[in-house]
């Protein structure tokens, strides 16, 4: 069993920048494929990027991040990372990780999930 934690949300200004990190405990997840989504008020979630076990292979599951968001991860500190450039009130949402093995192209196999992390972005 894996628990991921969210954390670095926050209020941002348009424009600006966060990242946030999303770490596992439990058990290492070193062999999970870890995805990022977010969910705004009224919609549904939505998925954004995911980055395979060993961070050779980023997918980017929608057009709206590209450019801006980007991931990576540290498997030594058991920890992944999304990072938000160029930040615009479209942005705002609660966003959440999730892991899995082989989930990065395969998004149904996201089975672990975050409790998620607000982030606002002001106009």
């Known amino acids: 069993q894996v628990q991921l934690v969210e954390s670095g949300g926050g209020l941002v200004q348009t424009g600006g920048s966060l990242r946030l990190s999303c770490t596992a405990s439990g058990r290492y997840f070193d062999d999970d494929d870890v995805g990022w989504s977010r969910q705004a008020p009224g919609k549904e979630r939505e998925l954004l990027i995911g980055?395979?076990?060993?961070?050779?292979?980023?997918?980017y599951y929608t057009d709206a991040v590209k450019g801006r968001f980007t991931i990576s991860r540290d498997n030594a500190q058991n920890t992944v990372y999304l990072q938000m450039n160029i930040l615009n009130p479209e942005d705002t949402a609660v966003y959440y990780c999730?892991?899995?093995?082989?989930?990065?192209?395969?998004?149904?196999?996201?089975?672990?999930w975050g409790q998620g992390t607000q982030v606002t972005v002001s106009s």
């Open positions: 999730a892991a899995g093995l082989g989930a990065s192209f395969d998004p149904s196999k996201y089975v672990y």
């Open positions: 980055i395979n076990w060993r961070g050779s292979s980023v997918t």
